[in-house]
């Protein structure tokens, strides 16, 4: 025996169908979202998790991320100075790893002084809170205070002898964990790697013509490129004949889209050739651009700027001298 099941039939045998929704306001909405973290320090603040600044392996592996770059200024050392200082190890026990956009955080540009600043901050921090917990995981297994554990050479020890490697401990350590907003950070006078002069990094493969900068990179199947700029700003690119820079050695294509002309060559030189001859190709309509002379100080007041203090101590001071 079978029998239809309509709205109608539902209703007979249930009494009711009572459907029912809410639409919350915007203030009830926002007041649902949970409430922002403390602020933490430097880049922190941005990616607040330990394990986005370091890592350490079954094996004792330690590897650290920065979203900064070396660019000369010597960061990647000072960098390694400061998460080998925390974490009580020799600068040679730290792999680092330096803006890779698929591991490292987003730390935006690489300028202004900032590295130490925010980065540096960070990993510093993070890698004190990392410290503490390998010894509160030792002091477990060990049944003793942290206060009595001594950490050095990725190794902690009891004041009976007994070790536990870094490797042992973090297996055991989730560090998938929000950084806190104070760290147990070493007192300037037990500072043994901090402030001292440790050969640079980033000086070997300079010298040696490894792969130092961005453009000493060569990946597998990489071609080079190299882009026509106009001769002024705002100028079109009325035409240009690119017969002649296509059937240029290595020349793989010219890429034009409005006034943007670039060319795609397989050797670099080869780019750098077919790019001076589409230059002279190129045919361009200029327009004028520069501002009124009589206006300077006007026109320079009202571009637009940013203002930020990269770092302050104390109250300014002019005593009227100009130096």
Known sequence: MTQDINRRTILKAGGALIVSFSILPAWAQEAAQPAPG?????????ERFLDSWIRIDAEGKIVVFTGKAELGQGIKTALIQV??????????????????????AD???TAGSQSMQNSGTAIRNAAAQVRELLLAKAAEKFGTGSGELKAAEKVITAPDGRKAGYGELAAA??????????????APGTLRIIGKSLPRVDIPAKVTGGIAYVQDLRLEGMVHARIVRPPSYNATLAQVDASRIEAM?????????GNFLAVVAEREYQAVSAMRALATAAQWIENETLPDETRLPEMLAGLEREVGTVAQEGAPHFDGKVF
Not at 38 to 46: A, E, F, R, V, W
Not at 179 to 184: D, H, I, N, R
Not at 249 to 257: E, F, L, Q, S, T
């Open 38 to 46: 403390p602020k933490l320090p430097g880049s922190l603040n941005d």
């Open 107 to 109: 730390e935006g540009f």
């Open 249 to 257: 050695p290595g020349v793989i294509k010219v890429v034009r889209d």
């Open 83 to 104: 998460a080998a200082e925390e974490l009580e190890v020799e600068p040679a026990d730290i792999a680092l790893v330096t803006a890779d956009t698929g591991r490292t």
């Open 173 to 186: 350590i989730d560090l998938h964990i929000e950084a806190k907003p104070q760290s147990m950070l070493k």
